[in-house]
Structure formats: structure tokens, C-alpha cells
């Protein structure tokens, strides 16, 4: 279990709750704009958490904390993902998982078990520009079909885009949106700069206010709630 990192507690991350972070190293993307590029291409810098340890801060902090946020990387290319689900589960805490939706049976299993109280899927740009976010191939079917079983699951979840400028613009969310037709909830984030793992998007400025907010407006088409975060 590639465990790399555990934080304190977050109230970003988890809506309307207070959580613990639990980070796991390695993706199945390695998209130019990503945030935490040392846990996608070299995750073995990083020491495994240990997982008696993990869980039983987890059980010392259950008076003040709701639940507990897994993230990565990207959690459920990691085998030992539903067992650590499990065992918070078996803390009575509640689960927001992070994914960018490319192993949908990991998700469906998770979803099956009730593992999971909330979603938080990732769409990067148009489905059909998803071979330009990694070296190798991407498949798009399994995220079409996370898309689906999220969609038509009954667990509470949001769609989320980073409005990397590029990958996303006008005709971009035309696209997303089809895809995510009639999902509950769509985030729109601002780019930052600043971490991207492809050195050259450093200097890259985002897109103005006034464009998130008309993509917004576009967003609204499809879903029927829209956020933006990071203005």
C-alpha cells in the first residue's frame, strides 16, 4: 500500500466536514498541469505511512473529525485502497475520495460496499482530447463509465475541472458537458500556475475572472449545480 503522505485536518476538501488527508503516490495520467507532481512521477521518494499508524491517528482524532479525504496520486490504481476504505469505515468516519475516474470498477466496488459518502471525479478537458494528458494510452471508456456510475448512483459526488487554459476553453466545456449531462454538481477551479508538473506552464497565466465565470454560464446548460473556487 503506497500510503505517502498524512495531514491534519482540512474543511477545503470535504464539503461541510471536518477531515483528515490521506495522500497515495503513483497516477495513470500524468497531465501536464497536475498540482502534485512528485507523487505522480517519482511517489518512491516519499517513506510508506505506515497503516497501523495511520489508523490509529485516525481513532484519536474521531472526537473532532467527520471523516477523512483520500487522495493522491490517484488512490485506486493501489490495491490496498478498499481494505484502508474498510478499516475507516470500521471508525464510523465518513470517506471523500479523489479520482480521476480511470478504474471504474474500483469505484463501483467502493460505491457497492457504501466506502464512500462522496465523489469527487475529475474531468480534465474534453473526453476526447484525454490522450494529450499522458504518455501512454488513456481509456476512455472506463471514464465514461465512472462518469455513468456516478451519475446514476446514489452517492453523493461533484464533477471537477481545473480551466487549465488550452485544454480548457469554450469548446472544451461545450464537450464536458455532454458527457456529464444532468450530473448534480460541476466545479469549475481556477488554474495556478505555480506547482504544474510541466515546468513550462509556470509562466502560463490563467484565465481571466470574467472567462470562468462565462464558463460557468456554459456549465449551467448541464449541470444543476455549478461552482467556482479559486477566484
Known amino acids: 500500500m503506497k500510503i505517502k503522505g498524512f495531514q491534519g485536518t482540512s474543511l477545503l476538501d470535504f464539503p461541510g466536514r471536518i477531515a483528515s488527508l490521506v495522500f ?13 507532481p512528485s507523487l505522480v512521477l517519482d511517489p518512491e521518494q516519499y517513506p510508506d505511512y505506515p497503516l497501523a499508524a495511520l489508523l490509529e491517528e485516525l481513532r484519536e482524532r474521531r472526537s473532532f473529525i467527520d471523516g477523512v479525504v483520500v487522495s493522491g496520486g490517484e488512490p485506486t490504481i493501489d490495491k490496498g485502497l478498499l481494505p484502508l476504505l474498510r478499516e475507516i469505515k ?13 478504474a ?20 480534465k478537458t ?14 476512455l471508456a472506463a471514464l465514461r463509465e465512472s462518469i455513468r456510475l456516478l451519475l446514476d448512483g446514489c452517492v453523493d459526488y461533484e464533477i471537477r475541472t481545473t480551466c487549465v487554459p488550452g485544454l480548457v476553453e469554450t469548446a ?12 448534480r454538481s460541476w466545479v469549475l477551479q481556477q488554474f495556478v500556475a505555480r506547482h504544474a508538473m510541466d515546468e513550462s506552464l509556470h509562466a502560463q497565466s490563467p484565465h481571466p475572472p470574467e472567462q470562468i465565470r462565462a464558463f460557468a454560464e ?7 449545480q455549478v461552482s467556482i473556487r479559486g477566484l
Not at 470500521?90 to 480511470?102: F, H, I, M, Q, S
Not at 456554459?218 to 444543476?224: D, G, K, V, Y
Request: contains cysteine.
Open 24 to 36: 497515495f503516490g503513483g497516477c495513470n495520467l500524468s497531465c501536464p498541469f497536475c498540482h502534485n
Open 172 to 183: 472544451d466545456l461545450w464537450s464536458m458537458g455532454q458527457s456529464i449531462r444532468g450530473a
Open 104 to 123: 471504474p470498477s474500483v469505484l463501483k466496488q467502493a460505491m457497492a460496499e457504501g466506502l464512500v459518502d462522496y465523489v469527487a471525479l475529475d474531468l
Open 90 to 102: 470500521a471508525l464510523a468516519l465518513e470517506v471523500k475520495l479523489d479520482t480521476n475516474g480511470l
Open 126 to 139: 474534453a473526453v476526447d482530447r484525454y490522450r494529450e494528458l499522458h504518455r501512454g494510452p488513456v481509456d
Open 218 to 224: 456554459i456549465a449551467a446548460t448541464f449541470a444543476e
